[in-house]
T-cell receptor, first 114, second 116 residues
Framework: AQSVTQPDIHITVSEGASLELRCNYSYGATPYLFWYVQSPGQGLQLLLKYFSGDTLVQGIKGFEAEFKRSQSSFNLRKPSVHWSDAAEYFCAVGAYNQGGKLIFGQGTELSVKP | GAVVSQHPSWVICKSGTSVKIECRSLDFQATTMFWYRQFPKQSLMLMATSNEGSKATYEQGVEKDKFLINHASLTLSTLTVTSAHPEDSSFYIC????????????FGDGTRLSIL
């Protein structure tokens, strides 16, 4: 069955510290992968996406993610977190033959302490 | 680019009324639009997928007669919650996607629906 797991429900990091949010997927077909961010009461904003090619992808707001097929992972990273990065982060997986439908992880809430 | 506008952002209404939510792609043609429901502190739950000019495809457990979806043009989809009741109160989010294999979904800002 298709699934996306974000093992960490809530993470707190200090401002300026590095960040890594974990995402593991289970999908039989070739996946394409996304990270979205959601601020309270808002919709989702696309941070980055992976379809093929270079397994390290760069996104907006200084985020990057690395696709590791052997580990079925697509972890999101940022070298230095800013207070404005506090939000909910969702990993999502889709497949080429699913009409663009996505499966979302449970989300990871990021808190940033000064 | 890739802006999706969702309206209204917040609606409060009495039980038994119907509520219409609009989702518009402002600068691209959305061949496919998706409607989600999100409960507090939870992930998005896909309700239905709509392709322009076709009937929507509903996910299992979603009442198609309760949640009417129309996707009459390449830039507009609507979700109508018919005879809404307090249990329909939720955060509803739409997304839109262009045609093509590598296109992401772009999301609206959501609609907070409160049924009294």
């Amino acid at each position: 069955a298709q699934s996306v797991t974000q093992p960490d429900i809530h993470i707190t990091v200090s401002e300026g510290a590095s960040l890594e949010l974990r995402c593991n997927y289970s999908y039989g077909a070739t996946p394409y992968l996304f990270w979205y961010v959601q601020s309270p009461g808002q919709g989702l904003q696309l941070l980055l996406k992976y379809f093929s090619g270079d397994t390290l992808v760069q996104g907006i707001k200084g985020f990057e993610a690395e696709f590791k097929r052997s580990q079925s992972s697509f972890n999101l990273r940022k070298p230095s977190v800013h207070w404005s990065d506090a939000a909910e982060y969702f990993c999502a997986v889709g497949a080429y033959n699913q009409g663009g439908k996505l499966i979302f992880g449970q989300g990871t809430e990021l808190s940033v302490k000064p | 680019g890739a802006v999706v506008s969702q309206h209204p952002s917040w609606v409060i209404c009495k039980s038994g009324t119907s509520v219409k939510i609009e989702c518009r792609s402002l600068d691209f043609q959305a061949t496919t639009m998706f409607w989600y429901r999100q409960f507090p502190k939870q992930s998005l739950m896909l309700m239905a997928t709509s392709n322009e000019g076709s009937k929507a495809t509903y996910e299992q457990g979603v009442e198609k007669d309760k949640f009417l979806i129309n996707h009459a043009s390449l830039t507009l989809s609507t979700l109508t919650v018919t005879s809404a009741h307090p249990e329909d109160s939720s955060f509803y989010i739409c997304s839109a996607r262009e045609a093509g294999p590598n296109q992401p979904q772009h999301f609206g800002d959501g609609t907070r629906l409160s049924i009294l």
